[in-house]
């Protein structure tokens, strides 16, 4: 991707969460997703077991996006910081170790246990150990999407796409971020929409980055949501029958068609993303073909927005999807 716009570029003015994963089916959620190598990894460390955990990251290499999906997944575990100091510790200057010891700290600060300033003196320790990997730089992302001034987020996605382009999670981050800005004119006109079709128009044609229109405008509605600018039931709003919008839901449907990434590891979240949207414009037919393939595997956002159960989100849309395949 060429660099941004300065409208939409890191020269932006200072100023002052969206969400992961859940079955329909019983057993709760699981942020890994359907990678069943990573669930074994998982399983193991929480045993005090390291050496899938270290073997599953030696394999994964550079495929970033994996690599960033599988930390950020082992880093979510309660015990994740323990685990990744015992592995420095055996193995001082790993950058697997020191990478999840990060983004582990980054949870924590999240969640209120930890000193987000330390977190980031991790992210930064890690990321001088392998200056080509994006995945410290994305914790720090996830840091500064909640705790930091919109300067720092624009920096550090700089510095994600430095490395890595179309790094999927990280264009998620920011268009959450950037959606929480108050609007200037008509809410279709709104700037995130700009970002978001930008990175889809110059990413190949193959990359997942064309969905990220759908998620800028679910990101978008939470915001006017939880502000009381538009229904808490998302399918009563009009805010996904607008031109742009309409265009935008085309656009992502049409490219799953033609392109759908079976492997990408975070290619759920998108399609919960397309789901989600499609089910709320009153297109059903088109939510069903995703819901099955879905599966199992949906997601807190963005059935979730703008504050509901997102099981039961998740269920009712599918039942709706489904019936009208069955009584068009």
């Not at 987020?153 to 108050?182: G, I, K, N, T």
């Not at 609007?183 to 889809?200: I, N, Q």
Request: charged residues 25%; hydrophobic residues 45%.
């Amino acid at each position: 991707m060429s660099p941004l716009p300065p409208l939409l570029d890191v020269r932006r003015a200072r100023t002052a969460p969206s969400g992961a994963t859940a079955p329909d089916l019983p057993g709760g959620y699981d942020d890994a997703l359907d990678d069943a190598e990573l669930r074994t990894a998982r399983a193991a460390l929480v045993q005090g077991r390291r050496q899938a955990a270290r073997s599953l990251l030696l394999h994964t290499g550079d495929d970033w996006d994996r690599r960033g999906h599988r930390l950020t997944a082992l880093a979510r575990e309660p015990y994740a910081a323990a685990w990744a100091r015992d592995w420095l510790q055996a193995e001082p200057g790993s950058p697997d170790a020191a990478a999840l010891l990060a983004l582990a700290q980054v949870q924590r600060a999240l969640r209120g246990r930890e000193n987000p300033e330390r977190a980031r003196e991790t992210c930064e320790r890690a990321a001088a150990l392998a200056p080509a990997d994006p995945t410290p730089w994305l914790g720090l992302l996830r840091l500064a999407r909640i705790v930091g001034p919109e300067r720092e987020v624009f920096d550090v996605f700089a510095e994600v796409r430095r490395r890595h382009p179309e790094h999927h999670h990280a264009h998620h981050l920011l268009v959450a971020r950037l959606a929480e800005r108050p609007s200037g004119g008509r809410y279709e006109s709104h700037e995130v929409y700009d970002l978001a079709e930008l990175a889809a128009a110059e990413a190949p044609a193959d990359s997942p980055l064309a969905v990220l229109p759908v998620v800028a405008l679910a990101e978008r509605y939470r915001v006017l949501a939880a502000t009381g600018l538009a229904p808490a039931d998302p399918t009563a709003s009009a805010h996904w029958s607008g031109p742009r919008a309409r265009r935008i839901l085309r656009a992502g449907f049409d490219w799953w068609l033609e392109w759908e990434q079976d492997e990408h590891p975070r290619r759920h979240i998108d399609l919960n993303h397309l789901a989600f949207a499609l089910s709320c414009a009153g297109r059903p037919a088109e939510a069903a073909v995703l819901f099955r393939r879905i599966g199992a595997h949906a997601t807190r956002a963005p059935w979730s927005y703008p504050h509901r159960d997102p099981r039961a989100a998740f269920r009712t849309a599918r039942a709706r999807a489904s019936a009208f395949l069955t009584n068009p």
